[in-house]
């Protein structure tokens, strides 16, 4: 894993009757909380992205790339589209649109996701955002394990035939699974032929300290309720790899006093439930032992400051 970015695509036709190389980046959009990360980390097989039960968990682009012989398919999970409320919404919540409306641009496919037969307003901004949009674009209906009455589907799927021209409507399950190889069968059809973008051993174009930083965030958002998840944020201070450990120290950022002790528990107990199960993460994700020191701090306003969050990493460039 590292932090470059991908070389230019130089578009070099195929020199033999081998089958052509394919690649192309594939959008993966919608609103909060409806499995976009669930999916991406279905598909490449391993949890990259973090996923919570509360919406707005996603707050960055995160690339995940996908390799099998001669097609590389570079899927971008996004954070959720949603509707900005002038009193309640903070400058990381148009940061995180931005980062979704900007991940539509220059790709192959987009594969579209709702929740069940839940349509909401939010749906329809999505909707309304992809008519600029001239790639093909996929309708995925998640979560179908959860819904009881089966018969629902197929008229309601109909029903979504008639609001775009999709590519495809495909009913599936992120959780387990269901259906998800037709997914990305749909979503090679529409890959160019084209060099790959990444080595064939890389997976993602964030850093490990990045990933570290979000795996406490989502022990955060997991084990905490009310607003103290969308006003913590996470740095990361240290990351130093020796031969057999590595040792981690992040810091985790709250808005008000009260967050702090939140965050901290009674006797320290919340932040060593955080910091054992983010470590566990860490261990399984960089395969090494790790040390991980957490420490909370109080930084007034940084979830609608600019310049605060461009240095926080909340940076479109
Ligand atoms: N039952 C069921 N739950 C699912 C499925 N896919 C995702 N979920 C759950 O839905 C919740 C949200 O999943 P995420 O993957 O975090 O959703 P997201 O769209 O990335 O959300 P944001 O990042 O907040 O926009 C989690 O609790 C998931 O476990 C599915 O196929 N079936
Ligand atoms: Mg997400």
């Not at 390799?67 to 949603?82: A, S």
């Not at 609001?163 to 599936?172: Q, V």
């Amino acid at each position: 894993m590292s932090d470059q970015t991908p070389p230019t695509n130089d578009q070099t036709p195929p020199t033999s009757q081998e089958e052509a190389l394919r690649c192309g980046f594939v959008a993966i959009v919608g609103r909060p909380n409806v499995g976009k990360s669930t999916l991406m980390n279905r598909i490449l097989g391993q949890k990259l992205s973090i996923t919570s039960r509360r919406p707005q968990t996603t707050r960055h682009q995160v690339l995940g790339v996908k390799t099998e012989d001669h097609r590389q398919t570079v899927y971008i999970d996004t954070p959720g589209m949603h509707i900005m409320h002038k009193d309640r919404n903070r400058a990381i919540n148009q940061f995180m649109n931005q980062a979704a409306t900007q991940a539509l641009r220059d790709v192959s496919a987009v594969i579209f996701i709702v929740d069940r037969t839940k349509w909401t307003a939010e749906d329809d901004v999505v909707l309304k955002r992809l008519s600029s949009v001239t790639a093909p674009v996929i309708l995925v209906v998640n979560k179908v394990d959860w819904i009881e009455d089966k018969s629902t589907l197929l008229p309601w799927l109909e029903e979504l035939g008639t609001r775009r021209d999709f590519a495809a409507i495909l009913p599936i399950s992120a959780r387990h699974g269901t259906q998800v190889d037709q997914l990305e069968d749909e979503v090679e059809r529409f890959l160019p032929e084209s060099e790959h973008f990444f080595p064939e051993d890389q997976i993602t174009n964030r850093s490990s300290r990045f990933i570290a930083s979000e795996l406490v965030r989502e022990k955060v958002m997991r084990q905490l309720g009310d607003e103290l998840p969308y006003q913590m944020t996470v740095e990361i201070e240290e990351f130093r790899t020796e031969p057999n450990i590595i040792h981690i120290s992040a810091l985790m950022l709250v808005e008000r006093d009260g967050q702090k002790k939140i965050l901290i528990g009674e006797k320290g107990d919340r932040i060593k439930q955080i910091g054992r199960e983010a470590r566990l993460d860490m261990e399984k994700m960089f395969d090494s032992k790790v040390m991980l020191k957490l420490w909370v701090k109080v930084k007034r306003g940084w979830s609608d400051d600019q310049r605060a969050l461009k240095s926080l990493g909340y940076n479109l460039d």
